[in-house]
C-alpha cells in the first residue's frame, strides 16, 4: 500500500518529529514506506512526508544505480546524529514533497550516527559522501527542516511563487501527493 506524499507547506514538515516506543510494530508501516518512496523513484523517504510525525526514515540507494549505491538499503529508527565531520561540499538536492524544485546545498561529508532498526536492533555506523548526504537531508526532515531552509533568504525569495504552486497542488507529479493549499 502507498501513502500520498504531503507537499510543500503542510506544517507537519516543520515540526520536530516524536520518538517512536521501543518495541512498537512498524514492519508493516516500514514496508508501506518502502513502497511509497520505490513508486516515486525517491531514494529516501521520512515519516512526516507521509503525515507522521515520528523519528523514522527510509533509504534505498538503488534507484541511483551506482555500484556503491546498490547494498545502501536502511530503516533508521530514533537516529541520533553523533558527529558530522570534515569539509562542506555542495550538490543539488530534491524532495519528494517539494517537486520539480532542486538546489544547492552544502553539507559536511562525513557522518556518524546511531541509530535502531525495525527490529529494534542498535547499530552505530559512518557514512560519507553521498550516503551521509542522503541520511542528512531525511534526518532534517524529522527535525522539522527542510532541504529549501539551507537556502539564502534571497534564493528562497526567487522560489517563493514556484513553492505556492506546489502546495496548491499546480504542478505535475507522477505519485500521489496531498497538497495543504489545494481548493
Ligand atoms: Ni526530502
Redesign the pocket.
Known amino acids: 500500500m502507498t501513502y500520498p506524499i504531503v507537499a510543500y507547506g503542510d506544517p507537519v514538515l516543520k515540526k520536530r518529529a516524536e520518538e517512536i516506543e521501543n518495541g512498537t510494530d512498524l514492519k508493516e508501516l516500514v514496508e508501506n514506506m518502502f513502497e511509497t518512496m520505490h513508486n516515486a523513484q525517491g531514494i ?1 523517504l521520512a515519516a512526516p ?1 507521509i503525515g507522521k510525525s515520528i523519528r523514522l526514515f527510509v533509504i534505498d540507494g538503488a534507484a541511483l544505480e551506482e555500484e556503491d549505491m546498490m547494498d545502501f538499503k536502511r530503516v533508521f529508527v530514533n537516529p541520533v546524529i553523533l558527529e558530522e565531520f570534515d569539509e562542506e561540499w555542495a550538490f543539488e538536492e530534491g ?3 517539494i517537486p520539480t524544485i532542486r538546489e544547492n546545498v552544502s553539507r559536511n561529508s562525513k557522518l556518524k550516527i546511531k541509530y535502531l532498526d525495525e527490529n529494534w536492533n542498535e547499530h552505530e555506523e559512518e557514512f560519507d559522501g553521498m550516503k551521509a548526504r542522503i541520511i542528512q ?1 531525511e534526518y532534517d ?1 524529522i527535525e522539522g527542516i527542510l ?1 529549501i531552509d539551507h537556502l539564502s533568504s534571497f534564493k528562497k525569495r526567487l522560489l517563493k511563487g514556484k513553492l505556492t504552486n506546489i502546495s496548491k497542488g499546480n504542478v505535475s507529479v507522477d505519485y500521489r501527493m496531498k497538497f495543504p493549499l489545494r481548493k
Open positions: 529516501g512526508q524532495c519528494l514533497s537531508h526532515h532541504f
